[in-house]
């Protein structure tokens, strides 16, 4: 059974950085697609970046997080990370990480394109 763990968030100033870790178990991290997604209060949960599985590797981005955030993937450690840069205070949330076996390129951004989640890790930017 493939289990996500996240950790990592926190409270941060606007304009910090935060970096979220996503540790796979009862898997290989570089089989899964792994995507980020974040569900503020009131709102509902959106897509925030993934990583394509090997074999098609590739990266992407919501467009509001795009240029600050980065994903990357340490194969080693079974971990997927997400480097948050120049928070704002709209980046405040709760990040959850998902993984599937899939890599199509047409349900990375969707919910319904991940079987497994995690827990979530608050994320707080505040001054």
């Known amino acids: 059974q493939v289990q996500l763990v996240e950790s990592g968030g926190g409270l941060v100033q606007p304009g910090g950085s935060l970096r979220l870790s996503c540790t796979v178990s009862?898997?290989?991290?570089?089989?899964?697609?792994v995507g980020w997604f974040r569900q503020a209060p009131g709102k509902e949960r959106e897509f925030v970046g993934a990583?394509?599985?090997?074999?098609?590797?590739?990266?992407h981005y919501a467009d509001s997080v795009k240029g600050r955030f980065t994903i990357s993937r340490d194969n080693a450690k079974n971990t997927v990370y997400l480097q948050m840069n120049n928070l704002n205070p709209e980046d405040t949330a709760l990040y959850y990480c998902a993984a599937d076996a899939q890599s199509i390129l047409s349900v990375v951004r969707l919910e319904t394109g991940y079987r497994y989640w995690g827990q979530g890790t608050q994320v707080t930017v505040a001054s």
């Open positions: 990583l394509r599985r090997l074999g098609a590797n590739t990266y």
């Open positions: 009862g898997g290989t991290v570089s089989r899964y697609t």
